[in-house]
């Protein structure tokens, strides 16, 4: 006994640091995905309670209060980031209008996200008919463009939030499901995935739990790519006027309302532009630091 003590720290620098402490480390020595994480928990956060941080009921109307400019530019404290042209408050429309872009684009790459990697793994895993039936699903996708389409759909059936996430949902699955083909393909003739199919392991536990593992850095990318996608999207139907409808807050259709005093007060295009942008950058950022995090040659 009087031995072994001595040897154990020895043997724990023989060792090495454990998968949990190298994974600690490249978190935290990667500042992009530090920074897209902090910026995204605290948009998160204020979407989260967004009643206990708005100052004021952001559908509240008040013309003797209309297009009051921002504090930077000469308003009061009353209304931080001005008032719009119906006398709401600009900040707290732009802290609910957090919930509608983080709603639409969680749940549409969610949706999107089901569809596309069942496609793409059951297509690279299976091959034959079925890769073929799947490659031409993702062909005739690839050949309708998404925002025509997205304006048909939305158009025909009225604007709102339910049909604008499962529009988005239903036409944003093909880069899930070209990514999760390509990447299954590749891992499909592997050792592992070759020693579970001679244990008896079936077809669904082999996917689960040796093939989505080590396809799920792409997947990780692909959720953050289109969860971004849907966003600027719904921002972009918003502001035709075919998106999320109004007294809805919404970051594109507070872009689309402001766009006619864009010239005398710039001030309503350009902030809920900055945050967009903002809540889209941080989104990016943390699927690609999550990338290089969980890429199989970092786990070694």
Do not use: C
């Not at 309670?49 to 009051?68: G, V, W």
């Not at 690279?124 to 993702?138: A, E, K, N, P, Q």
């Not at 463009?145 to 949902?169: D, E, K, N, R, T």
């Not at 579970?196 to 739990?209: C, D, E, H, K, Y």
């Amino acid at each position: 006994m009087a031995t072994t003590e001595p040897l154990d720290p020895l043997l724990r620098d023989i060792a090495g640091p454990t998968p949990g402490q190298m994974m600690r480390k490249r978190i935290l020595g990667h500042q992009g995905l530090l920074l897209g994480a902090v910026v995204l928990g605290v948009l998160l956060f204020v979407a989260i309670f967004a009643p206990l941080l708005a100052p004021h009921d952001p559908y509240a109307q008040s013309l003797m209060t209309r297009m009051e400019p921002p504090v930077f530019l000469g308003g009061d404290w009353a209304h931080p980031l001005g008032t719009d042209h119906l006398g709401r408050d600009y900040l707290s429309r732009l802290i609910y209008g957090a919930r509608v872009s983080l709603l639409i684009g969680a749940v549409a790459a969610f949706i999107s996200g089901v569809i596309g990697t069942t496609m793409g793994v059951s297509a690279g895993y299976f091959g034959g008919r079925v890769d073929m039936v799947v490659t031409f699903l993702i062909n005739v996708r690839l050949a309708m463009p998404v925002v025509l389409v997205a304006l048909a759909v939305v158009a025909i059936l009225g604007g709102s939030l339910q049909v604008v996430i499962v529009v988005l949902g239903l036409l944003l699955w093909d880069r899930f499901a070209v990514v999760m083909r390509a990447s299954t393909l590749q891992v499909r003739n592997r050792e592992y995935v070759a020693a579970a199919r001679a244990i008896g392991a079936s077809t669904p536990r082999v996917i689960l739990s040796e093939i989505m593992p080590n396809i799920a850095n792409n997947l990780i990318v692909v959720v953050t790519l289109e969860m971004a996608h849907a966003i600027l999207l719904e921002a972009a139907l918003s502001f035709l006027g075919l998106g999320v409808q109004p007294p809805t807050p919404s970051w594109g259709l507070m872009v689309s309302e402001g766009k006619n005093m864009m010239l005398f007060e710039p001030w309503m295009v350009v902030i809920p532009g900055v945050v967009l942008f903002v809540l889209v950058l941080a989104i990016n950022l943390v699927g690609d630091g999550l990338r290089d995090v969980t890429a199989p040659e970092n786990r070694s």
